[in-house]
């Protein structure tokens, strides 16, 4: 698998990541332990070397499994974690970016990785009671001490961005990203483009909707958190099936699957863009990586760029509450 820059102080991963978050967050049914590990392994095997967690997925059970199913190969994968949130009772309670709080985050990230060494340290969500310079500075006070190696951010805004990156070079946003969620595309995408920051765009496939595998007769399980998202309701789901068809098109044209076509226009948008989506099957890993074979003429990216301008995706990502937790 080739390999993409992020940012400019030597951080290089897999063109096409993996999300970790499903295997033990949010999206239910999770696997079974022993199936979650040989998924990472095969996932190595076949050239990803880029596995995304954070300490607030599970809470804490996905970097352990990270920490378990990687140890083997610690020195061929790059393992990006997040800190930020309060953690009490099981549940993240409110973000919490704190020196004190971020360090004491770090020290478990790093004993439940089982590593010396945090590849890639996210702030979470942005914390509107720190200033982001104290944030970024007490990264760079655990980079001085080998505890982590490139500092990222994510959902920040472009401004956020600007003063984080004055302070300590972001190698890295994390956003969501897709055909369906485009709004980066206005103010953060140039920001980052300028200041020579990487993209890792999360939810790729839109959650799962932009495989073609989910209608307005899907029934999530209890506890799938799609239940609360308004752009998964029935009547959303229903009237953004439009932006499949796009997809559908191209899929036939290029004998590909519609998850590989939106993976395929993510890759192909910027070269320091990489997508990490989330499976739980190997299959689907094996279908999502073969997205790294698909290309589009200037015309097709052009043709996909007219058609979705017409279409208007219903219902938010989140909640409102959750919306504005974001920092955009």
């Known amino acids: 698998m080739k390999t993409r820059k992020l940012g400019t102080q030597g951080l290089e991963v897999s063109e096409i990541g993996l999300g970790c978050m499903g295997m033990s967050f949010s999206y239910y049914p ?3 332990k022993k199936d979650a590990i040989a998924l990472i392994h095969k ?4 050239g990803v070397n880029f596995f995304d967690t954070a300490e607030v997925y599970g809470p804490f ?4 499994l990270l920490g378990e199913a990687l140890a083997p190969f610690r020195d ?3 393992i990006a974690t997040k800190f930020g949130f309060n953690i009490e009772n099981g549940k993240a309670n409110g973000v919490n970016s704190s020196s004190l709080h971020l360090k004491g985050a770090v020290e478990g990230s790093l004993r439940r990785l089982r590593v010396e060494t945090i590849d890639l340290l996210y702030q979470h969500r942005v914390d509107p009671n720190v200033p982001i310079e104290d944030v970024a500075g007490a990264v760079k006070e655990l980079i001085r001490e080998g505890k982590v190696r490139y500092f990222g951010l994510s959902e920040a805004g472009p401004g956020t961005i600007r003063r ?3 302070v300590l070079p972001v190698s890295a946003l994390q956003s969501e990203y897709s055909l369906w969620t485009r709004q980066h595309e206005r103010e953060i995408i140039p920001a980052i483009e300028s200041l020579g920051i990487g993209l890792v765009a999360f939810s790729p496939l839109g959650k799962g909707f932009l495989t073609g595998k989910i209608d307005e007769n899907t029934r999530f399980q209890q506890g799938d958190f799609r239940n609360t998202l308004p752009r998964f309701t029935e009547q959303a789901r229903k009237s953004n099936a439009v932006l499949l068809d796009l997809i559908n098109g191209f899929a036939r044209q290029k004998n590909a699957t519609p998850a590989q076509i939106a993976l395929a226009w993510v890759l192909a948008r910027k070269p320091w863009i990489v997508p990490i989506p989330g499976t739980t099957k190997l299959h689907r890993l094996k279908e999502n990586l073969g997205a790294a074979d698909i290309t589009f003429t200037a015309a097709e990216l052009r043709q996909i760029d007219e058609v979705s301008s017409h279409i208007t995706i219903e219902g938010n990502r989140y909640p409102e509450v959750l919306e504005k937790a974001t920092g955009l």
């Open 61 to 64: 059970i996905n970097e352990e």
């Open 76 to 78: 061929r994968v790059v």
């Open 43 to 46: 996932a190595v095997e076949e």
């Open 30 to 32: 999770f696997p079974e």
């Open 164 to 166: 984080a990156h004055a």
